[in-house]
């Protein structure tokens, strides 16, 4: 199931700590067992064939099964309290959790979205298990996820007509705004705050509607935006780093942990190619 989630042995045999070779086996050894071709494999992806398609939900149901059923013989309810970086957490997020519940059922998770540095001080006083942020140099505890690419989005619309560059973001404590702002001193240009706060949903919006520029991940840029950084003469932004935190947890979440791993770097993956 892994497999056909990320599109890829080489993701799959990532979450799961195998060669690639192995999980290859593995699926071929399935697909003798039951004499039908679950999957077509090209040199560029593998998508699920028709029989895959109906197999796959019934060994999803035969899973959840598994997992609930030693859920319930341990006596144990399990929880997963999830800080995830405002500039991470995209449109696949709902899909991405729906992933780790339909491969553990026992898991109890809440999510808490905002800004990398208050989720790191949130994880260092214990009051999230799990930190998916920007990287800080000094932190050794940190789990290499993905690099984000970004640019200066705009709607097509925006004018600046001589004046400083209305600059767009997500909060003044944002270290997405304060490299944004080092690059256009280092440079130069001037400009002036034209919208702060309110998440990178909320920057989005106020970028389509025109009222400024705002420096974000590719990925999460919509199709009302166009990257102006070319067209204003706007210092290129640099790759972003995201990483997982996490603390010792049984093998169950541990196991649910990397799975989520693999799912946000397929996601950066799909974007990038």
Request: glycine share 6%; charged share 25%; with cysteine.
């Given at each position: 199931?892994?497999?056909?989630?990320?599109?890829?042995?080489?993701?799959?045999?990532?979450?799961?700590?195998?060669?690639?070779?192995?999980?290859s086996l593995k699926v071929s050894r399935l697909e003798r067992a039951l004499n039908r071709?679950?999957?077509?494999?090209?040199?560029?992806?593998?998508?699920?064939?028709?029989?895959?398609?109906?197999?796959?939900?019934?060994?999803?149901?035969?899973?959840?099964?598994?997992?609930?059923?030693l859920v319930e013989v341990a006596h144990t309810s399990r929880k997963l309290r999830l800080?995830?970086?405002?500039?991470?957490?995209?449109?696949?997020?709902?899909?991405?959790?729906?992933?780790?519940?339909?491969?553990?059922?026992?898991?109890?998770?809440?999510?808490?979205?905002?800004?990398?540095?208050?989720?790191?001080?949130?994880?260092?006083?214990?009051?999230?298990?799990?930190?998916?942020?920007?990287?800080?140099?000094?932190?050794?505890?940190?789990?290499?996820?993905?690099?984000?690419?970004?640019?200066?989005?705009?709607?097509?619309?925006?004018?600046?007509?001589?004046e400083p560059m209305p600059l767009i973001t997500v909060d003044d404590a944002c270290g997405?705004?304060?490299?944004?702002?080092?690059?256009?001193?280092?440079?130069?240009?001037?400009?002036?705050?034209?919208?702060?706060?309110?998440?990178?949903?909320?920057?989005?919006?106020?970028?389509?509607?025109?009222?400024?520029?705002?420096?974000?991940?590719?990925?999460?840029?919509?199709?009302?935006?166009?990257?102006?950084?070319?067209?204003?003469?706007?210092?290129?932004?640099?790759?972003?780093?995201?990483?997982?935190?996490?603390?010792?947890?049984?093998?169950?979440?541990?196991?649910?942990?990397?799975?989520?791993?693999?799912?946000?770097?397929?996601?950066?993956?799909?974007?990038?190619?």
């Amino acid at each position: 199931m892994l497999t056909t989630d990320l599109r890829s042995f080489t993701q799959a045999a990532d979450v799961l700590g195998l060669t690639q070779a192995a999980v290859s086996l593995k699926v071929s050894r399935l697909e003798r067992a039951l004499n039908r071709r679950l999957l077509n494999r090209t040199p560029r992806s593998i998508q699920l064939s028709p029989d895959g398609e109906a197999f796959l939900p019934r060994a999803r149901t035969l899973l959840a099964a598994q997992q609930l059923a030693l859920v319930e013989v341990a006596h144990t309810s399990r929880k997963l309290r999830l800080g995830i970086s405002d500039h991470v957490a995209g449109p696949e997020l709902p899909g991405v959790l729906e992933k780790i519940k339909s491969y553990d059922p026992g898991l109890t998770i809440s999510v808490r979205v905002g800004a990398s540095s208050e989720l790191l001080a949130e994880y260092d006083r214990e009051e999230i298990d799990v930190a998916i942020v920007r990287s800080e140099k000094n932190r050794r505890d940190a789990e290499p996820l993905f690099e984000d690419r970004y640019g200066w989005f705009a709607s097509l619309s925006l004018r600046t007509r001589g004046e400083p560059m209305p600059l767009i973001t997500v909060d003044d404590a944002c270290g997405i705004r304060s490299n944004a702002i080092r690059l256009l001193a280092q440079d130069g240009i001037e400009w002036a705050d034209s919208f702060i706060g309110g998440g990178v949903s909320t920057a989005l919006y106020a970028a389509a509607a025109g009222i400024g520029v705002a420096p974000l991940p590719i990925r999460l840029a919509s199709s009302r935006l166009i990257d102006v950084g070319e067209r204003f003469q706007l210092p290129p932004l640099p790759n972003v780093e995201m990483v997982m935190c996490s603390r010792h947890m049984d093998a169950h979440t541990r196991e649910s942990l990397r799975i989520l791993a693999g799912a946000f770097r397929g996601i950066s993956l799909t974007h990038l190619a």
